[in-house]
């Protein structure tokens, strides 16, 4: 069993048209997904061991999981190609177990890249690289030796076939606890690592700050370093910082027409050894880099999960509107879900399931019970009654909520008499004072949206209860939310399959809510779908907000825990309030946006209050090192002077 699973992902994005380096076109958008875990002998195992923990003198695995994405833009073709082997000895039988990852940035043509993809890995196997006892300088050489082969190789092929297509590279490997990684040309890759210093290690509650290293040393025409390896070769550099006035790279792949006066494929390599605090690696083309910069990699997944949240509020809300039960709308999204997940599960998944027990199952039906039947049950009434923006408002909540539930069952210790202690209690106080806001008061409209009337702005005493009991719902879905996050953080370390965990997750609350409609929605016209506006809504929440979203909350509960998931919340918020406006001509209220607003306030004085926390504890533990340090130099000069004696 893993003691801490860390993700190794391997993006490569779309490559923008402002590289003028590219004379040739693209090819049609495409996507993959590959995920399968490594392990470091004979056996396909589920993980990949890498090194001993110090501290308990246990062995340490890292779960890679691997993701590339591919986009032509506006071009024509497609000239860029990629390579995804989380286990390498399955395309290779008989060769070095390893990981290997590439993205291959072609120009002038796809011919390259292509050709690189096919032949590097093999060449770098043949080449020698070790096997068991690594030697790391072996290691290197074998990759620069495989760059060599590969690209004489290539320009053979492209003598004989007339071409001239060229390609920069970035390609790492995996061995061991050893990543090496290599490239040539403008094509980059990045390490997110956590700082010794924020005390994340281990970290399970909290936000986790993470730094982008950059790994690789462009190779431009333009650097005076390689300006002069060019000039030396004979080449000239233009004023606009390109080989022979047409190439900005000065290291690639083929390029024949270029070789003569200084393109070269000799690549720089780099490595280092995986830790704890290595989150993931990416790999990317200029077309990735010159759009992003290294440390908004981060938070893209946490944006993205909070985008598809914010869609899901208004989704839900216009099935409502047309009609859709408020029992049946959840049965049928948590099918749709299921039928996702469970086949990528299954497959995917099939090598690293522990077995299953009564008591994983017993938690697996709670966890369902509170993080799907309560949960999204509660949400839908209290959507029903109240509004997609103070549903999102409400939700804001749901981080004070999760650290008084973590206080009362001791996972939380709070100091009163501290800084960092007073702003977790004034943080709770706000966000549970701007609930209590948006639910009792709703105050005068400040925004008139398409559908509302003078009769809509005069709410009747009916409409202000509806209101209430809406609030109330979505409170008790808030609970809901804070006691799953809760209750998942400690089934995870038991069960880490994730999208195992989720889909049975998704399987007994499927159950329970069938059981509830089955006594609640007796007319079969209830269970009827009568038109595709209803087939897409149904399908986008169960694609998007249970199969998508559930999953990647439970993967972020994993790395970073439920405080750093409820992070960017106020984002939905701010989303969803806009959305509802424009889409559903919802009107903004007063009550609501000052709730709203001391709900973020709280939220971010708990999260101030955890980093000032985090802050102190490594200050005492680095004190106390010192001065640990300190008494044992101290009591080895004192050693050292009796023996002089």
């Given at each position: 069993m893993?003691?801490?699973?860390?993700s190794?992902?391997?993006?490569k994005e779309?490559v923008?048209?402002?590289?003028?380096k590219?004379?040739?076109?693209?090819?049609?958008s495409?996507?993959?997904?590959?995920?399968?875990?490594?392990?470091?002998?004979e056996?396909p195992?589920?993980e990949?061991?890498v090194?001993?923990d110090s501290?308990?003198?246990?062995e340490?695995?890292?779960?890679i999981?691997?993701?590339?994405a591919?986009d032509?833009?506006?071009?024509?073709?497609?000239e860029d190609?990629?390579v995804v082997?989380?286990d390498?000895?399955?395309?290779?039988p008989?060769?070095?177990?390893?990981a290997?990852?590439?993205i291959?940035d072609?120009?002038?043509?796809?011919?390259a890249a292509e050709?690189?993809q096919?032949?590097?890995?093999?060449?770098?196997?043949?080449?020698g690289?070790p096997r068991e006892?690594?030697?790391v300088k072996?290691?290197k050489?074998?990759i620069h030796?495989g760059?060599r082969?590969?690209?004489?190789s290539?320009?053979q092929?492209s003598?004989k076939?007339g071409w001239q297509d060229g390609a920069?590279?970035?390609?790492a490997?995996?061995?061991?606890s050893?990543?090496?990684v290599?490239n040539?040309?403008d094509a980059?890759?990045?390490?997110a690592?956590?700082?010794p210093a924020?005390?994340?290690?281990?970290?399970?509650d909290?936000?986790?700050p993470?730094?982008a290293?950059v790994?690789?040393?462009?190779?431009?025409a333009?650097?005076?370093q390689?300006?002069a390896r060019?000039q030396?070769?004979?080449g000239?550099?233009?004023?606009n910082g390109?080989?022979q006035?047409?190439?900005?790279v000065s290291?690639?792949?083929?390029d024949r027409q270029?070789k003569?006066?200084?393109v070269?494929?000799t690549?720089?390599?780099?490595?280092?050894?995986?830790?704890e605090?290595?989150?993931?690696?990416?790999?990317g083309?200029?077309?990735?880099?010159g759009?992003?910069g290294p440390?908004?990699?981060?938070?893209?997944v946490?944006?993205l999960?909070?985008?598809c949240?914010a869609?899901?509020?208004?989704?839900s809300r216009l099935?409502?509107?047309?009609?859709?039960s408020k029992?049946v709308y959840?049965?049928?999204?948590?099918?749709?879900a299921l039928?996702?997940?469970?086949p990528f599960?299954y497959?995917?998944e099939?090598?690293?399931?522990?077995p299953l027990?009564?008591?994983?199952?017993?938690?697996f039906?709670?966890?369902a019970?509170?993080?799907?039947t309560a949960n999204q049950g509660?949400y839908?009434?209290?959507?029903y009654?109240?509004?997609?923006?103070?549903?999102s408002?409400m939700q804001?909540?749901v981080?004070?909520?999760?650290?008084?539930?973590?206080?009362i069952l001791?996972?939380?210790?709070?100091?009163f008499?501290?800084?960092?202690?007073?702003?977790?209690?004034?943080?709770t106080i706000?966000s549970?004072?701007g609930?209590?806001i948006?639910?009792?008061y709703?105050g005068p409209?400040?925004l008139?949206g398409?559908?509302?009337?003078?009769?809509d702005?005069?709410?009747?005493h009916?409409?202000?209860l509806?209101?209430?009991?809406?609030?109330v719902?979505?409170?008790?879905h808030?609970?809901s939310?804070?006691?799953?996050?809760v209750?998942?953080?400690p089934?995870?370390k038991?069960?880490p399959?994730?999208?195992?965990?989720t889909?049975?997750?998704?399987f007994?609350g499927?159950?329970?809510?069938s059981v509830i409609?089955?006594?609640t929605?007796?007319?079969p016209?209830?269970?009827?779908?009568?038109s595709?506006e209803?087939?897409y809504?149904?399908l986008?929440?169960g694609?998007?907000?249970?199969?998508?979203v559930?999953?990647?909350?439970?993967?972020?509960?994993?790395k970073?825990?439920p405080?750093y998931?409820?992070?960017f919340?106020p984002v939905?918020?701010?989303?969803?309030a806009?959305m509802?406006?424009v889409?559903?001509?919802?009107?903004?209220?007063?009550?609501g946006i000052?709730g709203?607003?001391?709900i973020v306030?709280?939220l971010y004085?708990?999260?101030?209050g955890?980093?000032?926390?985090?802050?102190i504890?490594?200050?005492?533990?680095?004190e106390?090192?010192?001065t640990?340090?300190?008494?044992a130099s101290?009591s080895e000069?004192?050693?050292?002077?009796?023996?002089?004696?």
């Amino acid at each position: 069993m893993a003691e801490r699973s860390n993700s190794t992902s391997i993006d490569k994005e779309s490559v923008s048209t402002r590289n003028n380096k590219r004379e040739g076109h693209f090819d049609n958008s495409d996507s993959v997904t590959k995920k399968l875990r490594n392990d470091t002998l004979e056996e396909p195992k589920a993980e990949i061991s890498v090194q001993n923990d110090s501290k308990n003198g246990s062995e340490l695995y890292f779960e890679i999981e691997a993701d590339v994405a591919e986009d032509k833009g506006s071009r024509h073709t497609m000239e860029d190609a990629s390579v995804v082997l989380p286990d390498a000895s399955l395309e290779f039988p008989g060769k070095l177990r390893c990981a290997h990852f590439a993205i291959y940035d072609g120009h002038g043509g796809r011919l390259a890249a292509e050709y690189a993809q096919k032949h590097l890995h093999a060449n770098v196997l043949s080449a020698g690289l070790p096997r068991e006892l690594l030697d790391v300088k072996a290691a290197k050489k074998a990759i620069h030796e495989g760059f060599r082969r590969t690209d004489e190789s290539l320009l053979q092929e492209s003598a004989k076939g007339g071409w001239q297509d060229g390609a920069a590279a970035v390609c790492a490997w995996v061995l061991g606890s050893k990543v090496f990684v290599a490239n040539i040309g403008d094509a980059k890759a990045i390490l997110a690592r956590s700082s010794p210093a924020d005390g994340s290690n281990n970290s399970s509650d909290g936000s986790t700050p993470i730094k982008a290293i950059v790994l690789t040393r462009e190779h431009k025409a333009i650097y005076p370093q390689e300006r002069a390896r060019i000039q030396k070769a004979g080449g000239s550099v233009s004023s606009n910082g390109r080989l022979q006035a047409r190439l900005e790279v000065s290291r690639a792949f083929g390029d024949r027409q270029f070789k003569k006066v200084g393109v070269i494929a000799t690549p720089d390599v780099h490595s280092f050894d995986l830790t704890e605090r290595d989150h993931f690696i990416i790999l990317g083309c200029d077309g990735l880099w010159g759009v992003f910069g290294p440390s908004d990699a981060v938070d893209f997944v946490q944006k993205l999960l909070k985008l598809c949240y914010a869609g899901f509020h208004i989704v839900s809300r216009l099935a409502l509107n047309i009609g859709v039960s408020k029992i049946v709308y959840p049965v049928y999204r948590n099918i749709i879900a299921l039928l996702l997940l469970g086949p990528f599960a299954y497959f995917l998944e099939k090598k690293e399931r522990p077995p299953l027990t009564f008591s994983l199952l017993v938690q697996f039906f709670l966890l369902a019970l509170i993080g799907i039947t309560a949960n999204q049950g509660f949400y839908i009434l209290g959507l029903y009654y109240a509004s997609p923006t103070f549903a999102s408002a409400m939700q804001n909540s749901v981080p004070a909520i999760t650290f008084i539930m973590a206080s009362i069952l001791s996972l939380e210790r709070v100091h009163f008499m501290r800084r960092d202690g007073m702003a977790k209690i004034l943080g709770t106080i706000a966000s549970v004072g701007g609930a209590t806001i948006i639910t009792l008061y709703k105050g005068p409209p400040l925004l008139r949206g398409s559908n509302s009337s003078a009769e809509d702005m005069a709410a009747s005493h009916e409409k202000m209860l509806n209101w209430t009991w809406g609030c109330v719902y979505l409170l008790g879905h808030c609970l809901s939310w804070a006691g799953w996050m809760v209750l998942q953080a400690p089934i995870v370390k038991q069960y880490p399959a994730k999208l195992s965990l989720t889909s049975f997750t998704c399987f007994f609350g499927l159950i329970q809510f069938s059981v509830i409609a089955a006594f609640t929605e007796r007319d079969p016209t209830r269970w009827k779908i009568h038109s595709g506006e209803e087939v897409y809504l149904i399908l986008y929440a169960g694609i998007v907000s249970s199969g998508i979203v559930l999953s990647l909350q439970t993967w972020c509960i994993q790395k970073g825990g439920p405080v750093y998931v409820a992070t960017f919340q106020p984002v939905q918020t701010v989303l969803v309030a806009v959305m509802a406006f424009v889409v559903l001509g919802d009107q903004l209220y007063s009550g609501g946006i000052l709730g709203g607003l001391l709900i973020v306030v709280g939220l971010y004085l708990v999260l101030w209050g955890k980093n000032e926390e985090k802050r102190i504890v490594n200050k005492h533990t680095e004190e106390a090192t010192l001065t640990k340090h300190l008494l044992a130099s101290s009591s080895e000069e004192s050693s050292v002077g009796a023996d002089v004696c």
